[in-house]
């Protein structure tokens, strides 16, 4: 069974030294500021990285109408679910093979702009769009590393305004940081080795 929101939420509230809370939705402050806080800071973590959990492949749907402004040839419609928060990957060639695009643009000093997206459309010159993009995905869904970055941001998030000390909120701050760099690191290796298997190539988009 996955691990709901609100556990997630109450292991950040015992971090605290605060008490669980029964729901979400709950009228306390406590309950309140979770909630408030929560649609920020999990779309936050999730973009943080090339996640592996929450990687998707999706082939884009091409419309018929594109901006007269627009210098690419064509526009695809982002998908909406799980709704996309970011591109991870872009395939040249229908599906066949994908440019990994943190690797692309860090290997590259004047790399080419590959696609371009605005609002909830994306721009480019291929005719065929398939993406590796960030979903936004349940906690349920996450891996067990994610979630203990996604516990340790909501601490950092409500600490303040919980205990309203500043000492605590910049500790609570740096443990997130550490969680967040090792969990990276371990969704690093898991991608190294998928990659090693033709998942996803380090190649430039316009060869």
Known sequence: MGVSLIEVVNA???TLG???IMSIEDNTPTAIAAKTKAPLIVPEV???A???CARITAKLAKLDTLPNYSRFKNAFQLPTSPEFLRVVAISPDGGETFVDLDAYYNENNDP???YDIEGDKLFC???VCVIKYTGSIDVAKMDATLRRVVE???AHELSYSITSSTSNASYLEDQYRKKLKKARFINGMEKNARQQEGDVLRA???E
Do not use: C, M, Y
């Open 50 to 52: 090339d996640w592996n």
């Open 125 to 127: 010159d291929l005719d």
């Open 46 to 48: 999730l973009k943080s």
């Open 112 to 114: 080419e702009v590959a």
């Open 18 to 20: 605060e008490q669980p």
């Open 152 to 154: 340790a941001a909501f």
């Open 204 to 206: 430039r988009t316009s």
């Open 12 to 14: 950040a509230l015992v």
